[in-house]
């Protein structure tokens, strides 16, 4: 496996470049940090400062491989005459190996090398035995200790910039997501509300005009021109309403009439009527108690469900009878307004019918279902025998009840 060492940064290429000359620079004047050291000739101080300065080139990617080298270079530039700009190249060294390096680098160099100062100081005083040699300690400080703290504090405040951006996106992301679900939930919630109040109308008018067209009766056809006029301006003015709720959306108005359980006798006149020609007739079964009061969610869904059933029916059942039963059950122990579930259900006779048909689509289904299932309730539709059964279970919140 080759290692691949990343181009220099042209920041540390021009750091390299004018550190290793300005140690040049004082090496040519004579400017030396120790110059009483003969042990090596004069020339060997640049060997040091050659080396870290090949060093920066590599202080972003390769920090751990400099410090280590510039630990060498520095403590052999003691030997020599020295040069200043040899320990100032080895402090940025150590800088760049706390803000370029591993997170445990990062947390151990401080600690490392403030040990080091305080072991450097102890034992320079402990050695020479006077307050001068202090002087050992704070140099040591300043060369290693300093530029790993300044080091640490600016990686620890790039993290932190770094992480709060990051929640920003993050929250940003999450509150276009709920946007859009919330869009996409309105849209649906739009959807079931304009096809439970037109598709009953709608139905109605579909049977009653293939009626008139295929039987040639003028009595027939006046009867059958009647129920579509009457249908026709339920449903524009129920379009007329759903507009106008969502032209006054976000403006603080309530919405008006909304439909509740108490409407259901109204609804089954207006079915007996409409579904007369196909031979129906619609019953109402309601064993609630009398007075109790329902959440508006609750009776919204079961009104609903009830109208879209009788669609259904008005489309597909065969001749008979239509019932409707609503039931509401108690909670365990009972002695409480709320708790509990209302019980819908709707029977149709399923069969061939002689008269003329609607096309459906299945959404009357799905909504019914989502309506259900959006309060946590169960829902379950289908034929069994000749009977095509609808049966929707809505719980009752008790807290919702007494609000």
Sequence with gaps: MTLRIPPPHRDDVLLAVVSVAAGLLLWSLGVYSSPTRDLFPAWAALVPLLALG???????????????????????????VGNLATVLIFTDLMYAAVVYGTPAMARRLPVQTGLITIAVTI????????????????????????????????????EAAIAARLRAEQTALLAE?????????????????LHDMVANHLSAIAIHSTAALSIDSPATSREAL?????NSVQGLAEMRRLIGLLRDAGGGQEAV?????????????????????????????DDRPSGEPLPAPVE????????????????????????????????AG?????????????????GERPGPRAPGSGAGLIGMRERTELLGGAFEAGRTDAVWRVRASLPVEEEAVRA
């Design 54 to 80: 090949a060093m920066e080139l590599l202080r972003r990617s390769l920090p751990r491989v400099t410090l280590a080298v510039g630990t060498a270079g520095v403590i052999a530039d003691q030997f020599t």
């Design 123 to 158: 034992a320079s005083v402990a050695w020479l035995r006077t307050p001068q040699a202090l002087l050992i300690g704070v140099i040591t400080g300043i060369v290693s200790f300093g530029p790993a703290l300044t080091g640490a504090t600016l990686r620890n405040h790039r």
């Design 177 to 193: 997501m709920d946007r859009s679900q919330a869009v996409v939930a309105e849209r649906a919630r739009m959807a079931r509300e």
């Design 226 to 230: 009647g129920v579509i006029r009457e």
């Design 257 to 285: 009439a909304t439909p509740s359980l108490d409407g259901l006798d109204a609804l089954l006149e207006q079915a007996r009527t409409n579904g007369a020609a196909s031979g129906l007739d619609f019953a109402l079964l």
């Design 334 to 350: 009972g002695g409480r307004a709320g708790g509990g579930a209302l019980h819908v259900a709707v029977d149709s006779p399923y």
């Design 300 to 331: 919204l869904a079961a009104y609903r469900i009830v109208q879209e059933s009788l669609t259904n029916a008005l489309k597909h059942a065969a001749p008979g009878m239509v019932t409707v039963r609503l039931a509401r059950e108690r909670p």
